[in-house]
């Protein structure tokens, strides 16, 4: 599987951006889907997962409430809708798949390049 994520930006805060993350290669439908973020100097910290059919979902603590994660498996992509968006969510952020559950960005076996989601103060 690769990826592609894309939607990034500079947006002020209490402003929305949606993330695209569009998936070549067989069998989309059957990859748990995750969005990771990496600010400068930090960790790459889990945000949120959708299960293979987008039954389920999973998210951070602190995005809770504001971010929600989709799929459309009929083109290949998954979203992250970003709503009410503060300084702190300034990030690169990455898309991910795998075919177990777990938060661990070590045990994800596909990554996207990551796009760039700047909010002003």
């Known amino acids: 599987v690769q990826l592609q994520a894309s939607g990034g930006g500079l947006v002020q805060a209490g402003g929305s951006l949606r993330l695209s993350c569009a998936a070549s290669g067989r069998a989309f439908s059957t990859y748990y889907m995750a969005w990771f973020r990496q600010a400068p100097g930090k960790e790459r910290e889990f945000v949120a997962r959708?299960?293979?059919?987008?039954?389920?979902?999973y998210y951070a603590d602190s995005v809770k409430g504001r971010f929600t994660i989709s799929r459309d498996n009929a083109k290949n992509t998954v979203y992250l809708q970003m709503n009410s968006l503060k300084p702190e969510d300034t990030a690169v952020y990455y898309c991910?798949?795998?075919?177990?559950?777990?938060?661990?960005?070590?045990?994800?076996?596909?990554w996207g390049q990551g796009t760039q989601v700047t909010v002003s103060s």
């Open positions: 991910a798949a795998n075919r177990i559950v777990t938060r661990a960005a070590t045990l994800y076996d596909y």
């Open positions: 959708i299960s293979p059919s987008g039954g389920s979902t």
